[in-house]
């Protein structure tokens, strides 16, 4: 497990061809519904240069799946702590920059 949210745990792993991948499962006691989760799967779908690529999903029944690019160097959660594998914070330019790239995302996407 690397990491978990409001959908479920996020656990990395291999695909076949030995890409590493992060994989989002949705927990069944998850807050956030099908609806939601679909949602994200969606946009992420339509790749962004802000936003972690989306390689596939999974939808079998109650169980949901999303399959991310794996991020080397931590997530942008722990880029913005300073607690990610470099070490170092984000300055604030740099966020407020990814902040107004994702939400061209929104702008173009929905």
Do not use: P
């Amino acid at each position: 497990m690397v990491g978990e949210g409001g959908f479920g745990k996020v656990y990395d792993g291999f695909l076949e061809d030995g890409t590493q991948v992060a994989v989002k499962l949705r927990s069944q006691s998850s807050n956030q519904g099908v609806k939601e989760f679909l949602a994200e799967g969606s946009i992420l779908a339509r790749h962004h240069n802000n936003l972690v690529s989306m390689v596939g999903y999974c939808k079998d029944g109650q169980y949901m799946a999303l399959v991310y690019e794996y991020m080397q160097e931590g997530t942008l959660q722990e880029h913005i702590a300073g607690n990610g594998h470099s070490g170092r914070c984000l300055t604030w330019r740099q966020r407020l920059r990814i902040a107004l790239g994702i939400t061209r995302v929104d702008e173009v996407f929905l």
